[in-house]
């Protein structure tokens, strides 16, 4: 309602100002009067083209048929350019002077091209804001179906990690280790920071890396031997703002495919970096000559690739590598 009156009361301020206008051209030509009455007769005919043509012709065929928009247009114009013509005459506006001497088609000609004109800006304004209003519909409904992909992936990776924890947790306390009860402590702060940070559209990379040092000190609990775990975040600006979880299946998997807390060998290194608007990480790890698993094919990394492509399309490089005893993942992300 309100908006309804602030394009009627626009309107108005439009058309006044057009009338003003063109009373202070005419003036100049002709006496007051006939200036004041030509002003006021144009203003209110061109309005009345604009007005039939935005609650008429465009809605009613425009959208919906072009062929009989054109068709009901060219009527329309002619017809108003005619009722211009009559209304000059009932009204009595008398032309200056050297207008009486020009062919008598001048009129029509001089009342067919201002209806016309006034027709083609009324025309291109309206198409103009119809653009703009299917642009901004098609923003909506893509930003809208991006937060259902979004939620729908989280909901996907939290049960991941949770499945993954607890299977830590029942090793620990399987082996009767002594580090369960900090497992279980571990993972009380770890499920904090996915089921609430992690609710969030965006995370500080300070508790994205805080979580990340916590994985990791949770998967050393699972065995007695030390591991050969490094993880490099010196060169990292904790400010940054990040989608949270999206580096954690990587990690995953470098620790579920190098078994680094089986064999002595075996290692994962993790380095991560920023440089400006350059979010950097690597991870490698070794690949035990038992055998190979098939990486980078489960649900985890499949999630984070749909996630790069809805969150930072054409603004990630991903590198992902099988070598024969090795593994290496580099992704780099353009930040806004």
Request: with cysteine.
């Amino acid at each position: 309602m309100k908006k309804s009156y602030r394009n009627l009361i626009s309107k108005i301020i439009v058309w006044t100002g057009i009338a003003f206008a063109m009373f202070a051209v005419t003036s100049y030509f002709v006496s007051t009067e006939e200036a004041f009455k030509g002003a006021v007769l144009h203003a209110t005919f061109f309005m009345a083209i604009v007005l039939t043509n935005e609650f008429w012709l465009f809605p009613k065929f425009y959208m919906s048929d072009r062929r009989n928009f054109i068709i009901y247009n060219i009527f329309t114009s002619i017809t108003f350019a005619f009722i211009l013509l009559l209304l000059e005459h009932v009204f009595e506006r008398h032309e200056p002077e050297k207008a009486r001497d020009l062919p008598f088609i001048f009129p029509i000609l001089r009342a067919l091209v201002m209806v016309l004109f006034v027709d083609f800006i009324s025309i291109t304004i309206l198409l103009a804001n119809a653009l703009k209003v299917n642009a901004e519909n098609e923003k909506m409904l893509k930003e809208e179906k991006l937060g259902t992909e979004i939620k729908l992936l989280k909901a996907q990776i939290n049960p991941h990690f949770i499945f993954n924890a607890l299977n830590n947790i029942y090793s620990l306390t399987y082996t009767k280790s002594e580090m369960a009860p900090e497992s279980v402590l571990k993972l009380s702060e770890m499920l904090r920071y996915v089921f609430y940070d992690c609710s969030k559209d965006d995370v500080k990379l300070g508790a994205e890396v805080e979580y990340i040092s916590n994985f990791i000190a949770f998967q050393q609990m699972k065995s007695e031997h030390e591991q050969s775990i490094s993880f490099d975040n010196t060169k990292v600006s904790t400010g940054i703002d990040i989608a949270p979880m999206l580096f954690i299946p990587f990690i995953e998997n470098a620790f579920k495919y190098s078994k680094v807390e089986e064999f002595d060998k075996a290692y994962v290194n993790i380095n991560l970096s920023s440089e400006k608007n350059t979010l950097l990480l690597e991870i490698e790890n070794s690949i035990p000559e038992s055998g190979k698993i098939l990486s980078g094919n489960g649900l985890g990394i499949k999630n984070v690739r749909q996630r790069l492509d809805l969150l930072y399309p054409n603004r990630y490089d991903l590198d992902i590598n099988d070598e024969e005893n090795k593994f290496t993942v580099k992704l780099k992300i353009t930040l806004k």
